[in-house]
């Protein structure tokens, strides 16, 4: 009944509301396909508590399409909230300068890239929001900053920057590759952090009546210093340095030089033509953040052992995929050239295949 009713009062209103508004504004850019979701007024008919979070994130307005732009189909979700975006949805940045993702080689496996506020202030927030919901929290965390002697916010969140980009180069029998780059704003406080971290985490092993220890080493190798962390149980170790105010860490030393050769000079993945080809018109050159994986390159090493022609040949057919993010004030917009509808029959077939 109180759907009917709703229904009733806001019959005949025609163009004159918020949601059939921007509904026009889609068409007037063109559209192929649009499917618009006026989840305010879905939200508000709803008292179930799994719409809370939606709620307190104030989502106004959800809306997926598809369209020509430049003779190259492109497909984008665009979420608008009423007013400007809050909590988690006010992290991503409104467009991101890129400079971490100049690190990453053009033959990775996937990456990824995201340009956010200020880490302390993200931090501060969560902090806020997990203090409400369980209001001793803040209490522990202090106790077990006091034992470690550090300030997450100050030390840690305040020492990092706003950007930082992640590749995956290869798979191993030994273990992943990988890359990051990050902005870094006090380097040597960042470092000092890690070493009291490693320290306490020791500490506590040691507590424990455990012998095995976190290292963490440092070495200079042709006027550049190096950090390597080594976790006690696992043959695998993070290796660090600094480059033009970002962080480059890897999974090893060649990987890393691999990253600063890249940007010295080298064929980033951004300014590769699969990359460009691949990236939205919507979104422009200066993504908020992106999600990237060459489905060719990840399986490539591995499609000998699978067996279903169907499988391969699904492998082998399959461009690079790329999802951009851009974010307004009062918007989030995600968009990308794949076809979603072949993707999803392409990944319909590979799970059925591989049942068979």
Do not use: C
Request: proline share 5%; aromatic share 6%.
């Amino acid at each position: 009944q109180a759907h009917v009713a709703w229904i009733a009062d806001n019959v005949g209103q025609g163009g004159a509301t918020p949601f059939t508004q921007e509904i026009a504004q889609h068409y007037q850019r063109g559209v192929g396909w649009l499917l618009g979701m006026d989840m305010d007024s879905i939200i508000s008919m709803s008292h179930s508590a799994d719409v809370e979070f939606v709620k307190a994130h104030q989502v106004k307005h959800l809306f997926l399409e598809q369209r020509e732009a430049q003779g190259v189909e492109e497909n984008e979700m665009a979420i608008t909230f009423k007013g400007p975006r809050m909590g988690m949805a006010s992290f991503l940045a409104d467009s991101g300068s890129g400079g971490a993702t100049e690190y990453i080689p053009s033959d990775v496996i996937a990456s990824t890239y995201v340009s956010t506020r200020e880490p302390r202030q993200m931090y501060e927030e969560m902090m806020a929001l997990i203090s409400r919901a369980s209001p001793t929290s803040s209490g522990d965390l202090a106790k077990a900053e006091a034992s470690l002697g550090i300030s997450i916010a100050s030390d840690l969140a305040a020492s990092l920057g706003t950007e930082s980009a992640f590749g995956l180069e290869n798979l191993t029998l030994t273990g992943p590759v990988w890359i990051m780059a990050g902005m870094v704003n006090d380097p040597a406080t960042l470092e000092s952090t890690i070493r009291k971290l490693v320290d306490g985490l020791n500490a506590a092993l040691a507590n424990k009546g455990r012998t095995e220890r976190l290292t963490l080493t440092q070495e200079t190798v042709d006027g550049r210093n190096w950090t390597t962390l080594k976790p006690p149980t696992v043959p695998l170790a993070i290796t660090w340095t600094y480059d033009r105010g970002y962080i480059v860490a890897a999974s090893d030393r060649g990987a890393a030089l691999k990253a600063l050769a890249t940007r010295n000079g080298g064929s980033p993945l951004v300014y590769s033509a699969p990359f460009q080809k691949q990236l939205p018109a919507a979104i422009g050159l200066h993504p908020s953040g992106f999600l990237w994986l060459n489905a060719k390159g990840a399986l490539q090493n591995f499609a000998p052992m699978i067996t279903n022609p169907t499988v391969r040949d699904l492998i082998a057919e399959r461009d690079p995929i790329l999802v951009a993010f851009s974010a307004t004030t009062e918007q989030i917009r995600a968009a990308s050239r794949t076809r979603i509808s072949g993707l999803i029959m392409d990944l319909m077939l590979m799970r059925g295949m591989s049942q068979l």
